[in-house]
Every structure is written in structure tokens, then in C-alpha cells.
């Protein structure tokens, strides 16, 4: 794939990192990024990560396996560091021998980033917040993950357009920083790089892509959808911390409110404690995106999605979808190198 010369010497950054052609990445989605998704995207010079999720220590091993078998191509595995399965999955690490080790879900511990590293890995974390950006950068990650508000899934509380002022703009010279959430074209993807990102990571468009394993009720209902559809679900009380998930609207929405309130309640009456309560709601999320996502139950179970939604209405190849983006990215410079020479 032909890729402009100024667009090239953007990535070279994000590419050097990663270790492929296009520093674009298939964000890790429960029940989404299975072996199949992650190694055709790699095969096709992008990057993805396994989403480790809740699974059993003894199927990650498997799903690694899976994709070594599909490709030779440097990839990553995604650890959810609030799902119960956490600390089994950390221990597999020195055996698994995993190029790239993202932590999502919370912000890991020092000690945590340690052992991945410690197993040869190279280490990715989310943040949220300029603070947080720095202390995992002290802790030792070697890339931030920027991640808007705007994203599917598990999400922060912030608008992408105010963490790349916030955060982007002041570690960009310290450390890869690879930004997501709302993320759904080349153009976008230009401007992001233009600002000093080293690449970008999208997950909505990678689920309306061919080799995407989804059932295709789940896939149908996506291209029906609006960005106002994918809406955030809300804390109702700080007794009950928890992630807020971006989906779209449905049964499954209105059943993890009555689930909170449940939970609340049981905490009230000392029936449960807080630890408990916040793995039954992770349990509830990971069944009900299964649900969805495989059993195609799509007014029950959760349909994660992003705003980016609204800007999806077509299912292609992984290939067809990365040369899109580069050819719009690198159009896009084109025009801006046009505008900036008649000033």
C-alpha cells in the first residue's frame, strides 16, 4: 500500500514501537478480539490486542497459542486488572512470553507493570488524566493509551479533545502516546498525528469488518445506530464504585441499573461486601457483551459500542478497512500542506 511521504514519516514513531506497518490498533473488546481478529489484523500490517477479559488462565494460554499459530507478527494481550481472572493471568505472563502487555480496566500498580516487563513484554496503560499519565510513565509503561469519553466499553469521563490538549500535548516527547475514542476515519487520523500522536487505536470499525467474528445481529444493529444511541452508564452511588461502560441503549442497559440498585441494597445490609459486589457487576458486563456479541441477543445483551457508530455503516475486509485509512489520512495532509502554503 502506497503511503504519502509525510504521513509515512509521521508513523514512523508509532511503527517503530509497535513493530508493524500502520500504527493503527484494534482495540481489545471482550468476546470481539478473539484470535481470528487480532492475527488478520497483524497479517494485514496493523496491530491488535487478545482481550484477556474474565477468561480462565488455562483458555488465555489456548487463545495465545491460536494466534501464533496465525501469524508471526507482533501482537498484544489486553488484561482487565478488575476482572476476577487478573492476578491468574499476571502469573502466566513469564510463560506466555507476550510481545505487548496493555493493562485496561483500572490503573495497574508499580509492581504489576513490573512483572510484565519483567517477562520481556513491552507495556501499554490507559490514562485519563495528566496525573495519571505520569505516574504510569514513573511506574514504567513504555506507551500511554489516550482515551477519550467517546470510546465503546469501559470508559473515563473525558472528551479525546480535551485529553490531547491535557495530556497528549504535554508527554508526547516522553513517550509513545497512542490516542482512541471516537476515532473512525483517515482524516481524523491525520490530525491526531499532526498534534504528535504515534498512532491511533480504534475498535468500533474493527467490529464491522469481515474477518470479525460477531454475530451478525450484532453487526446489523451497529449499522442502524446513531452516535446519540451509544450512551454511558452511570454511578448511582460512590458506596458502589464502578467503570462507567459506553453501549448502546437496550434491555441490557436498563437491567444493569436494577443490578446496581440491587447491589446497593445488599451493601446497605452488609449481605455482600464491595469487592463482591463490584465482581458480580464485571460478571454481569462479560455475560451480557456475550449475550450480544455471540448468542446475538441484541435486546438483552450489551451492544458496547462507541460514538464512532454513527460513522459506520459498512462491513469490509480488515485490508480494505487499514487502506482506507491511509489513503484518506494521506489525502488529508495533502489538502492541509495546501492550505498552509496560501497563508
Known amino acids: ?55 480462565p488462565a488455562d483458555i488465555l494460554k489456548q487463545q495465545v497459542a491460536a494466534i501464533r499459530e496465525m501469524t508471526d507478527k507482533p501482537f498484544g494481550v489486553n488484561l482487565i486488572t478488575i476482572a476476577p481472572n487478573y492476578r491468574s493471568h499476571l502469573e502466566l505472563l513469564g510463560e506466555l512470553k507476550i510481545p ?47 482515551e477519550g469519553s467517546e470510546a465503546g466499553g469501559h470508559i473515563g469521563h473525558v472528551a479525546l479533545s480535551v485529553l490531547l490538549q491535557q495530556v497528549l500535548f504535554e508527554v508526547r516527547d516522553q513517550i509513545p502516546v497512542f490516542v482512541a475514542g471516537g476515532i473512525a476515519t483517515g482524516k481524523m487520523l491525520a490530525h491526531v498525528m499532526l498534534m504528535g500522536a504515534a498512532g491511533v487505536q480504534l475498535g468500533t470499525r474493527f467490529v464491522m469488518t469481515e474477518e470479525s467474528r460477531v454475530h451478525e445481529n ?37 437491567a444493569f441499573g436494577k443490578l446496581q440498585l440491587k447491589l446497593l441494597k445488599q451493601l446497605e445490609t452488609d449481605e455482600i461486601s464491595r469487592e463482591e459486589a463490584q465482581n458480580e457487576v464485571e460478571t454481569f458486563w462479560i455475560g451480557a457483551l456475550r449475550q450480544a456479541a455471540v448468542d446475538g441477543d441484541v435486546e438483552r445483551g450489551s451492544l458496547m459500542a462507541g460514538q464512532s457508530v454513527g460513522l459506520v455503516d459498512q462491513i469490509v475486509p480488515v485490508s480494505a478497512l487499514l487502506q482506507e485509512l491511509m489513503e484518506d489520512a494521506g489525502e488529508e495532509i495533502k489538502l492541509i500542506k495546501e492550505k498552509i502554503n496560501c497563508l
Open 218 to 254: 450484532f453487526k446489523n444493529v451497529f449499522k442502524r445506530a446513531n452516535a446519540r444511541d451509544a450512551v454511558s452508564t452511570p454511578q448511582y452511588d460512590s458506596k458502589l464504585p464502578v467503570v462507567a461502560v459506553r453501549a448502546l441503549r437496550n434491555k441490557g442497559t436498563d
Open 100 to 146: 505487548y502487555i496493555i493493562f485496561a480496566g483500572s490503573f495497574p500498580k508499580k509492581e504489576e507493570i513490573e512483572i510484565a516487563k519483567a517477562s520481556g513484554a513491552k507495556v501499554m496503560c490507559f490514562a485519563s488524566t495528566l496525573s495519571i499519565a505520569k505516574r504510569m510513565i514513573r511506574f514504567g509503561s513504555d506507551a500511554i493509551i489516550l
Open 1 to 55: 500500500m502506497k503511503v504519502s511521504p509525510e504521513l509515512d514519516k509521521m508513523m514512523q514513531k508509532g511503527r517503530d514501537f509497535l513493530g508493524c506497518e500502520y500504527p493503527i490498533i484494534c482495540g481489545a473488546m471482550t468476546w470481539v478480539s478473539e484470535p481470528n481478529l487480532v492475527s488478520a489484523v497483524c497479517n494485514a500490517g496493523g496491530f491488535a490486542s487478545l482481550a484477556g477479559g474474565n477468561a
